[in-house]
């Protein structure tokens, strides 16, 4: 998981808890799962808005 052993993980959490407070945690957990579902919503939406066609246009030639 990113590269991280089970030490790693578990260092993090610990940091985590006394920085936060055991009350605080489920709270950023919350919050950190809805801010993380509404991104994977932001992607899928922009992949659907561009699976039409470009709307890029070939520059005009220029006007003498």
Known sequence: M???GWQELFL???IALL???PNNLPEL????GKAISAFK???KEGEEE???TPSVR???PPQA
């Open 58 to 60: 070939p520059p005009a």
């Open 29 to 32: 957990g919350k919050s950190l």
């Open 19 to 21: 920085f936060f407070g």
């Open 41 to 43: 919503k932001g992607l």
């Open 50 to 52: 561009g699976s039409g």
């Open 12 to 14: 993090v959490l610990l």
């Open 2 to 4: 990113f590269g991280m």
